[in-house]
């Protein structure tokens, strides 16, 4: 079953920081092919027949080429299915273009430069996209390559039957596509089962959380008792006796240290991290929506706010968290102070956005007078209970 689901899966999505991190290349192979294209239609200036259709070629391959970067850029993603499908059709039109500026004036049919730019832009989404997706517009983009091919060879003095044609025409694409399509899928796979097995050792690890937790509370509280006990002992060891007052003293300091203690255990997580935080930080969640995501949404968003607390450049102005619940809609808005552009924001918080894109979905994020503004937008995933096995401790809502 989790081939299957493998199958479906998207790269990005189970290790954003790898996605973000090739970023670079991609943006090379995409400057590359438009560079490629610009100067194979230059060299092949005598074998072009009509320059209007080889100009829209290399309009065709800027377009794609744009649309790559922009659409697998990891502060802006994830890729959408619409963003694959633009960027492969603008290249598939740049490849038909190219042959038909060339339409019956070369007798080397596997000399077009189209079907390698549209492998090597299809190449560029194997770590945004599922497999299944490569696959389909791999086997759309061959049948369109391989049969202008094979139109344009019934125009050539007996170079090749129009079969042979398609076939070596197709072959940068089938290659570039199927490889695209075998890499997303057995890298989703591996992802898979590393997150299946880290789920299953979650219990025992939230476990020992909960364990650390305790021991952190009595450390806390042997903190409150040099504060409050401490003296008072020290004047009951001086008096030499106990009186009634020091018996409702001590009554009444035990019901704030276990008043305390309750209250900080029962808080959620996001209120315990702006405790932390009284100056820096100021959480707004009326519905609790931190106490219901996942662990994994829990974990990226508390390390993007603690890096907005860390990074605030004015003390004055606290990070606000906001939380709001609206149907199945879910949306997190983080406000910020923060002096710098956008340029600024893409080189210190693009890793931590790319795994927030990752974990909710949906993101916007922009600097407006002075302030970063992070907007997350999603909806909540149904996890099914386990068939069998045996159930598993309770999970706990602070995360690691």
């Given at each position: 079953?989790?081939?299957f689901?493998?199958?479906?899966?998207?790269?990005q999505?189970?290790?954003?920081?790898?996605?973000?991190?090739?970023?670079?290349?991609?943006?090379?192979?995409?400057?590359g092919?438009?560079?490629?294209?610009?100067?194979?239609?230059?060299?092949?200036?005598a074998?072009?027949?009509?320059?209007?259709?080889?100009?829209?070629?290399?309009?065709?391959?800027?377009?794609?080429?744009?649309?790559?970067?922009?659409?697998?850029?990891?502060?802006?993603?994830?890729?959408?299915?619409?963003?694959?499908?633009?960027?492969?059709?603008a290249?598939?039109?740049?490849?038909?273009a190219?042959?038909v500026?060339?339409?019956?004036?070369s007798n080397?049919?596997w000399?077009?430069?189209?079907?390698?730019?549209?492998?090597?832009?299809?190449?560029?989404?194997s770590?945004?996209?599922?497999?299944?997706?490569?696959?389909?517009?791999?086997?759309?983009?061959?049948?369109?390559?391989?049969?202008?091919?094979a139109?344009?060879?019934?125009a050539?003095?007996?170079?090749?039957?129009?079969?042979?044609?398609?076939?070596?025409?197709?072959?940068?694409v089938?290659?570039?596509?199927?490889?695209?399509?075998?890499f997303?899928?057995?890298?989703?796979?591996?992802?898979?089962?590393?997150?299946?097995?880290?789920?299953?050792?979650?219990?025992?690890?939230?476990?020992?959380?909960r364990?650390?937790?305790?021991?952190l509370?009595?450390?806390?509280?042997?903190?409150?008792?040099?504060?409050?006990?401490?003296?008072?002992l020290?004047?009951?060891?001086?008096r030499?006796?106990?009186t009634?007052?020091?018996?409702?003293?001590?009554r009444?300091?035990?019901?704030?240290?276990?008043?305390?203690?309750?209250?900080?255990m029962?808080?959620?997580?996001?209120q315990?991290l702006?405790?932390?935080?009284?100056?820096?930080?100021?959480?707004?969640?009326?519905?609790?929506?931190?106490?219901?995501?996942?662990?994994?949404?829990?974990?990226?968003?508390?390390?993007?706010?603690t890096?907005?607390v860390?990074?605030?450049t004015?003390?004055?102005?606290?990070?606000?968290?906001?939380?709001r619940e609206?149907?199945?809609?879910?949306s997190?808005?983080?406000?910020?102070?923060y002096?710098?552009?956008?340029?600024?924001?893409?080189?210190?918080?693009?890793?931590?956005?790319?795994?927030?894109n990752?974990?909710?979905?949906?993101?916007?994020?922009?600097?407006?007078?002075?302030?970063?503004?992070?907007?997350?937008?999603?909806?909540?995933?149904?996890?099914?209970?386990?068939?069998s096995?045996?159930?598993?401790?309770?999970?706990?809502?602070?995360p690691?």
């Open positions: 079953m989790i081939g689901l493998a199958w479906r899966g998207i790269p999505r189970l290790d954003p920081i790898v996605a973000r991190s090739i970023y670079p290349l991609i943006g090379v192979a995409a400057i092919s438009m560079i490629y294209a610009i100067v194979r239609t230059l060299t092949a200036g074998e072009v027949r009509d320059p209007f259709f080889a100009g829209v070629a290399i309009a065709f391959v800027v377009v794609a080429a744009v649309l790559v970067m922009l659409v697998t850029d990891p502060v802006r993603s994830p890729a959408r299915f619409g963003g694959l499908a633009g960027a492969v059709a290249a598939v039109l740049a490849s038909v190219s042959s500026s060339t339409w019956g004036t080397v049919i000399d077009n430069w189209g079907p390698l730019v549209v492998g090597i832009v299809i190449l560029t989404f770590e945004f996209r599922p497999g299944r997706d490569l696959a389909l517009v791999t086997a759309v983009s061959a049948v369109i390559v391989g049969s202008t091919a139109l344009e060879t019934s050539m003095p007996d170079l090749a039957s129009p079969v042979t044609s398609a076939v070596i025409a197709a072959t940068p089938v290659l570039f596509g199927v490889g695209a399509s075998v997303s899928y057995r890298l989703s796979l591996l992802l898979s089962r590393s997150a299946e097995s880290a789920l299953r050792e979650q219990s025992g690890l939230s476990r020992r959380v364990i650390r937790l305790r021991e509370l009595r450390e806390s509280g042997r903190e409150a008792l040099s504060v409050d006990v401490v003296p008072f020290e004047g009951v060891l001086e030499g006796e106990v009634e007052a020091d018996a409702a003293r001590a009444r300091i035990s019901a704030v240290l276990r008043s305390v203690i309750i209250t900080d029962a808080l959620p997580w996001l315990r702006a405790r932390a935080h009284p100056d820096a930080l100021q959480a707004d969640d009326p519905g609790d929506l931190a106490e219901r995501l996942t662990m994994e949404q829990k974990v990226a968003l508390r390390a993007v706010v890096t907005l860390a990074v605030r004015r003390s004055a102005s606290p990070v606000v968290v906001r939380l609206v149907g199945r809609h879910r997190i808005l983080l406000l910020a102070p002096d710098g552009g956008e340029t600024g924001v893409r080189v210190r918080f693009g890793s931590s956005i790319a795994v927030m990752a974990v909710f979905g949906r993101s916007t994020v922009s600097v407006v007078e002075g302030e970063l503004r992070m907007l997350f937008a999603f909806e909540p995933k149904t996890v099914p209970a386990p068939a096995g045996p159930a598993s401790g309770p999970q706990s809502s602070m690691s």
